[in-house]
């Protein structure tokens, strides 16, 4: 009889003192090789879960983490975002399907090394069951892109069409005449879209997900469209057809008056509105509507500016997931010179800025604008992390101080700050005085305690202690200045 595998939560909440301890050691970045060798081989999954899954490892170590015999510890490999995926990649044949899927499943794009060589990639297409491969373009490379349309395994060509609209019309016509049923087959299914009559018969009559997509992206007969507006089938189904792209136009114009302000701040986002369009939703009751309205392409930055539009200062500024190919720097530029913050908050999102924009965002007088380029640009300047990480309270706040500029020097005077988000700061900084990271070893802030417990000034005789603290022990154990004899002590468990 089969069981279901535990999650990760589950494996932690199992693991007692001793295999927390032993789980903060596989993360400790003085332990050596022959140490990470030994957690390996012990016994709990949950020591093992975390060295495989939550740190780089040396060569030796990977080694032997692929050759494991415990499936689950090459499923929790399979995934990881430290290492190097072509490491990774070696699983992409285990006998297990946990691991196959974890390894399709791959860590996504919130970290920087997730593409897995493209003869992975094709490996997995040829042999993975489709159920699997769900989540697997988020590890495609961007190669892919151009020798996928032609590859000689027809499985990959399948896959190609999965970016159909990005295909060149060349390749969409020797895709539409491959020699492959199965490749004809899925050029159908996406061609099925652009027929009218196609999308009307395969119109589901009651609000679905497949209702959904066809009304947002397939293409309307007339008939779908008066339908829609005569008896909609869900109170959404007017606000999906305005933004269609084959909306007739004279639709698009009733909508633009529409009752409903969602419909009009869809409709507000069509490149084809007419000039007195814009002005008619520039005028709008609604402010979500003018909002829109103002940043459409074809206003200029004087009609932008005459609009009332509103703008959050404290919206959510966070890492985004769209790929650094899909930002056109001509657009970029555009956006980051406008007068328009939202604009320039588009801009921020852009990786590749050049370094003159990367300057001129960095004093930019929104927020949002400031928060959005340090969380997004591998170049964003230590002066501007550190103040948006002092002045914003939103989510993924302290992901600020993982970008690769963020500064830790000069921050043990943030020791005494009420947030104890800034206090944490404090434990950046590898010269605060022993006597401070003692004390905050003590604070009132879960998060601050355990930064303090890994902080290599630490006194010995509180980190001793904190050993056996059932919540700072997993911590303490990763401590950097864990003296050797302590490690194997701790190993000495495993003997035991």
């Known amino acids: 009889m089969s069981h279901r595998p535990r999650t990760a939560d589950e494996i932690w909440q199992a693991a007692d003192l001793p295999a927390r301890r032993l789980a903060g050691l596989a993360l400790n970045p003085s332990a050596g090789t022959d140490v990470l060798l030994r957690l390996l081989a012990c016994d709990s999954a949950a020591v093992r879960m975390i060295l495989c899954r939550d740190r780089d490892l040396p060569p030796e170590v990977v080694d032997a983490v692929l050759l494991h015999p415990d499936h689950r510890t090459r499923s929790f490999f399979a995934a990881n975002p430290h290492v190097d995926p072509a490491r990774r990649a070696e699983l992409v044949d285990d006998e297990h399907w946990l691991v196959r899927a974890w390894l399709a499943q791959g860590p996504g794009h919130a970290h920087g090394r997730s593409e897995l060589p493209e003869h992975t990639v094709v490996r997995m297409l040829k042999t993975y069951d489709p159920e699997l491969l769900g989540m697997l373009h988020r590890q495609v490379p961007g190669s892919a892109r151009r020798t996928f349309p032609s590859h000689p395994e027809s499985k990959v060509r399948e896959y190609a069409c999965s970016w159909w609209s990005e295909l060149t019309a060349q390749e969409r016509s020797a895709l539409r005449a491959d020699p492959d049923e199965g490749v004809r087959e899925h050029v159908l299914l996406k061609e099925r879209d652009l027929d009218p009559d196609l999308v009307e018969r395969a119109l589901p009559d009651r609000p679905c997900h497949a209702r959904t997509h066809l009304l947002m992206h397939g293409a309307l007969s007339r008939r779908v469209v008066e339908r829609v507006m005569a008896a909609p089938a869900g109170r959404e189904d007017r606000a999906m057809i305005a933004g269609n792209p084959s909306l007739p136009l004279d639709v698009l114009a009733l909508l633009v008056r529409d009752p409903d302000p969602r419909v009009r701040e869809t409709v507000a986002g069509r490149p084809e509105l007419t000039a007195t369009q814009r002005q008619a939703l520039a005028d709008d009751p609604d402010p979500a509507v003018r909002t829109r309205i103002s940043l459409h392409p074809a206003l200029t930055e004087d009609e932008r500016g005459a609009i009332d539009y509103q703008v959050d200062p404290d919206g959510s500024f966070g890492r985004s997931d769209v790929p650094a190919r899909m930002f056109d720097p001509a657009r970029s530029r555009r956006h980051s010179l406008s007068g328009h913050a939202l604009l320039r908050r588009r801009a921020a999102y852009d990786p590749g800025l050049p370094p003159d924009l990367v300057a001129r965002l960095s004093c930019d007088p929104d927020p949002g604008v400031r928060v959005l380029l340090a969380q997004n640009h591998p170049h964003a300047p230590a002066t501007l992390l550190l103040r948006c990480l002092l002045e914003y309270t939103g989510r ?75 919540e700072l022990a997993h911590a303490a154990a990763a401590n950097p200045a864990l003296p050797l004899p302590v490690q194997h002590g701790l190993l000495a468990a495993l003997d035991g």
């Open 396 to 470: 993924d706040r302290w992901a600020l101080t993982t970008r690769p500029n963020f500064p830790t020097a000069g921050l043990a005077g943030y020791a005494d700050a009420p947030d104890p988000v800034i206090r944490r700061l404090a434990l950046l900084d590898p010269r605060t005085p022993p006597g401070t990271v003692d004390r905050l070893s003590a604070d009132p802030d879960p998060d601050v305690r355990a930064d303090a417990a890994r902080h290599p000034r630490l006194p010995a005789r509180r980190l001793a202690e904190l050993l056996d603290d059932e």
